[in-house]
């Protein structure tokens, strides 16, 4: 275009479509941004978040009925009631069998602590000491030295929980 003034060329003050090869009369569209990407990290995040949140929501449940198993196994423990210690004496003579229904309370708190342990790996030494206490009292081996420091070490267990 050329000026009035000086003659010389100048450029226009509106744009003007460039000319491709070829189709003079074609103007070229803006490519437009594709939102795939936009999508595709909405959908993952979605589905990140719903799975963190199932998984939260999941374990909350669990641990909990765990601790109750544990109280529980502890409390059954409790009402076996005290149990005799022949383990320091040179000729431990024969002591009475227990009621059934403390050997009853002794086994529920065996199955009640290897249920926690099971659900919450957290619990598994009090299911272990537990199962040693339960093992001498079934046996009804009260001089068993094992059986009557896995007595104490449950009792410890079961104080701390």
């Known amino acids: 275009m050329r000026t009035m003034d000086t003659g010389t060329d100048a450029e226009p003050d509106y744009d003007e479509p460039a000319a491709d090869s070829g189709d003079a009369g074609e103007v070229a569209a803006p490519v437009?941004?594709?939102?795939?990407?936009?999508?595709?990290?909405?959908?993952?995040?979605?589905?990140?978040?719903?799975?963190v949140l199932g998984l939260l929501w999941s374990l909350s449940g669990v641990h909990a009925g765990a601790l109750d198993d544990a109280l529980a196994a502890c409390q059954a423990l409790d009402r076996v009631g005290e149990l005799p210690d022949t383990s320091r004496d040179e000729h431990p003579?024969?002591?009475?069998?227990?009621?059934?229904?403390?050997?009853?309370r002794m086994t529920a708190a065996r199955e009640l602590s290897a249920a926690a342990?099971?659900?919450?790996?957290?619990?598994?030494?009090?299911?272990?000491?537990?199962?040693?206490?339960?093992?001498?009292?079934?046996?009804?081996?009260?001089n068993d030295i094992s059986g009557q420091r896995h007595l104490v070490q449950a009792q410890e267990i079961c104080g701390r929980l």
Not at 32 to 51: D, E, K, N, T, Y
Not at 93 to 104: C, F, K, V
Not at 122 to 140: C, E, F, K, N, W
């Open 93 to 104: 003579s024969l002591t009475p069998g227990l009621t059934p229904e403390r050997l009853h």
């Open 32 to 51: 437009p941004q594709s939102r795939r990407m936009l999508v595709l990290c909405a959908v993952a995040g979605f589905v990140l978040g719903g799975g």
């Open 117 to 142: 342990a099971q659900v919450n790996a957290t619990y598994q030494p009090l299911a272990d000491h537990i199962d040693g206490v339960s093992r001498m009292v079934l046996s009804l081996h009260f």
